[in-house]
């Protein structure tokens, strides 16, 4: 049976049914927020307003969307368009639809911040709509925890294709202000959630092969994953070079190839390095090849190990992006913008080690920053 929708705030409601209605429309799409990132969302099944999206955000159309659904027996319905078939199934025809090795994953973490790849039937049997998988053999899809994506997807009864609602290529937004500002005029509607908890997007996941393969770290963690046992202890990550290495592996990410999280500022990042190593680098690199012109702005995004004060008086902002990964993924991005937002022209930034939340973390440094530099 499909969850409950409990709405408790007149405003609240009022808000969701507006969204509702423009989902309703042929080419309609709306800003909402999610325990993640702000997605951009479309009902899946209805391709001019999915076109709408990648309109909106500048987005190429070949990196597919990832759907939302709000209840397994949603995506039941969506992979089985029969949907007379699943009617005498019944609920235990649920898992006939949806691979059972995702079973140990979904129990776990749905709702929550994991997309999982699901094989699509050919061009008539689906309703989700072509725009939405840019041609792919499969589609991903996952069930947000927030509660009002979780409200909107039941109260409009529509799948929802979104992608963050960033413009393309710039940091993925984890508030309404990030939405609007990236956005403003091309959508029309936003609601607003506050701060999304996650901050960094949901992990993808292929359990189609063996060894599963996840394809962007995100708001689950690798160890995560392999704690579900049998195939997913042998989970590794994708790596952009094996697809150029060993021509036979399958799962690939459109999305890799293209500029990611890109602020204006330059951002170098430094991995197991002290502020004098740092600060070398910057001096030698960066500051000492162009004296005769103006100084660049200088900003750092600390892990909180490194001592602000030891690095040369050029710095003009730092700030502390957090003591643990759940801290420092929620302020990644925002502080990012906050530092485009203070003119900065370098962003030093302090990495973290890369395990649980740090995986994740890294990996959308690695892909904002301009040049990455490792302790020898
Ligand atoms: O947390 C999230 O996942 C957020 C919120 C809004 O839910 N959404 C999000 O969507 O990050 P987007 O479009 O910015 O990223 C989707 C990623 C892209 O890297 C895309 O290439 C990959 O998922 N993807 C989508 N469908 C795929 C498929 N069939 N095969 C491989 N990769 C796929
Ligand atoms: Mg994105």
Redesign the pocket.
């Given at each position: 049976e499909d969850p409950k929708v409990l709405i408790h705030s007149k405003e609240t409601e009022i808000a969701l049914e507006e969204a509702s209605s423009i989902l309703h429309q042929k080419d309609g799409i709306v800003a909402f927020p999610?325990e993640?990132?702000y997605?951009l969302g479309a009902d899946a099944r209805k391709s001019e307003a999915v076109l709408n999206i990648y309109k909106a955000k500048n987005r190429p159309a070949d990196?597919?969307?990832?759907t939302?659904i709000g209840s397994l027996k949603q995506l039941s319905e969506l992979i089985d368009s029969t949907t007379q078939k699943n009617k005498l199934k019944g609920d235990s025809g649920l898992w006939e639809n949806i691979p059972l090795v995702y079973k140990p994953l979904i129990d776990r973490y749905w709702p929550g911040?994991m997309?999982i790849?699901l094989p699509i039937e050919g061009t008539e049997g689906s309703p989700v709509s072509k725009v939405v998988?840019a041609g792919?053999s499969?589609?991903?899809v996952?069930m947000?925890e927030h509660p009002v994506a979780l409200a909107l997807i039941l109260k409009s009864k529509a799948p929802l294709a979104?992608?963050?609602a960033n413009a393309s290529t710039r940091p993925?937004p984890t508030l309404a202000a990030h939405v609007f500002h990236d956005l403003n005029g091309k959508l029309p509607l936003i609601l607003d959630g506050g701060p999304c908890g996650v901050g960094l997007?949901?992990t993808?996941v292929n359990g189609l092969c063996d060894p599963p393969v996840i394809?962007?770290p995100?708001g689950i963690s690798l160890e995560d994953i392999q704690s579900c046992g049998g195939v997913w202890s042998r989970t590794v990550v994708y790596k952009p070079t094996d697809d150029v290495e060993k021509k036979s592996f399958v799962p690939q990410?459109?999305?890799m190839k293209y500029r990611h999280y890109s602020p204006t500022a330059k951002v170098l990042l430094f991995e197991g390095m002290s502020e004098a190593e740092a600060n070398d680098i910057l001096q030698n690199d960066y500051l000492h090849a162009n004296q005769n012109t103006k100084p660049p702005k200088i900003g750092v995004l600390t892990s909180c190990r490194w001592n602000v004060e030891k690095f040369s008086d050029m710095v003009s902002v730092s700030m502390c992006l957090g003591r643990t990964g759940k801290e420092i993924r929620r302020n990644l991005f925002s502080m990012i913008r906050d530092m485009d937002e203070k003119q900065i022209d370098i962003i030093l930034v302090e990495g973290v080690e890369s395990d649980h939340e740090g995986l994740a973390i890294m990996n959308r440094l690695g892909k904002a920053a301009s040049a990455v530099y490792r302790s020898a």
């Open positions: 999610t993640t990132v997605g990196n597919p969307l990832i939302h911040p997309s790849l998988t792919q499969t589609f991903a996952r947000p979104a992608p963050s993925s997007e949901s993808v394809l962007r995100g990410t459109p999305g």
